[in-house]
């Protein structure tokens, strides 16, 4: 395997190829590949996200972040349908992410819960033809992600363009890496597949009405950092195996965030404030090293909390983030259940995806 090839490859498949090999060199040589990995996607990100927040405005750093993130994704990643159909969706997905979030902004809590459900619905509709690819989370961590971080007048125009260079950057590398995959398969065959009576599609409603709902209920009784709620919210919900593994994650995604919080808190306090800009590319670069849900949860906080942290305080900061993600977690665990009961049991009693995990954890 070439070097570039390695470098091509996800944390998890390089440590499955190392723990397999039994060549000293060749394990030398992968680890080397997941740290060089690893350091290119914390410069490209310093990069991409700082010249776009440069030409766009530093309020606009949460779409930046949104276009990096996919942009990533699109060189692996397709929509399961012919590149015609999936470059015009992508354009809708983007134009989605622009408007919803601000047009929700305002509005009652009604409102807001069927403007965000119904856009973030059609956003995996449009991308998330397989569930286990991982769409559903990136998507809808875009969303809440912008939502979270609503623009007005001038810097919403400076979004629109923003958004506009990020689709033409993103459809151009979809297109070079997916041009002759699935090219007899239209999106319009996949519309007229859908049913209540499908997992996939019981599992993009359950995260579309899951994540709508949170953002509704939290965002009108103004909880500080709502987003980081959503995140968590929306991870659990994600999974394609959420039926197995809620419980797991829930348990993850809260030790995750508490030890990572603590952590960051320690380096906060001990750390000389010129070095505090060294804080995010430290963490960045050590997430791209881990697979485990936990460890990538602890790692994430290092980011947000010091942007929280000087909005906030450190120690504000650490609370919100805890409480924050807890609110989420228990939310998305509740509505699990509630959906369980009251919706999955009537659509997908004995079938499916949905009926073999049932089975599996009896």
């Known amino acids: 395997m070439k070097f570039y090839d390695i470098l091509q490859c996800s ?7 190392i723990r ?11 680890r080397r590949g997941m740290i060089v990995r690893s350091l290119l996607i914390v410069v490209f990100a310093i990069a991409f996200i700082g010249v776009m927040a440069a030409l766009f405005g530093s309020d606009n750093s949460a779409m930046a972040v949104s276009i990096f993130c996919i942009l990533l994704a699109v060189r692996f990643v397709n929509y399961g ?3 015609r159909d999936s470059i015009l969706n ?4 983007f134009a989605l992410l622009l408007v919803a979030p601000v047009a929700s902004y305002a509005v009652d809590p009604v409102l807001k819960f069927l403007m965000d459900g119904l856009s973030l619905f059609v956003i995996l509709m449009m991308t998330s033809d397989d569930p286990k690819m991982g769409n559903g989370g990136l998507y809808s961590f875009a969303f809440i992600f912008l939502t979270g971080n609503p623009v007005e007048g001038q810097a919403f125009v400076n979004r629109a363009w ?6 033409v950057l993103c459809a151009l590398v979809y297109a070079h890496n997916h041009k002759d995959q699935n090219a007899n398969v239209t999106f319009w065959s996949k519309i007229r597949r859908f049913s209540l009576y499908e997992y996939k599609d019981q599992w993009r409603i359950r995260l579309a009405v899951g994540v709508g709902l949170l953002l509704a209920v939290f965002s009108s009784i103004h909880l500080e950092r709502f987003m980081w709620a959503g995140f968590a919210c929306g991870s659990l919900l994600s999974d394609v195996d959420v039926e197995a593994r809620i419980r797991e994650k829930f348990s993850d995604r809260l030790l995750g965030v508490v030890l990572g919080s603590a952590a960051f808190y320690v380096v906060y306090t001990i750390l000389p404030a010129s070095l505090y800009p060294l804080v995010g590319p430290v963490g960045g670069l050590c997430l791209g090293l881990c697979t ?3 460890h990538k949860t602890a790692l994430n906080c290092f980011g947000a909390l010091m942007l929280a942290a000087g909005m906030y305080g450190v120690e504000a900061a650490v609370w919100i983030r805890i409480a924050d993600t807890l609110i989420g977690i228990v939310f998305a665990l509740a509505f699990f259940y509630v959906y369980d009961r009251f919706v999955l049991h009537r659509f997908l009693p004995h079938r499916s995806h949905y009926g073999a995990r049932k089975e599996e954890k009896k």
């Open 81 to 83: 349908y012919c590149l």
């Open 11 to 17: 944390p998890d498949v390089l440590k499955r190829m």
């Open 20 to 30: 397999s090999s039994d060549d000293p060199q060749e394990i030398k040589r992968l």
């Open 162 to 167: 923003m958004t506009l260079i990020g689709f």
């Open 90 to 93: 992508m354009a809708i997905v």
């Open 292 to 294: 485990e849900y936990k």
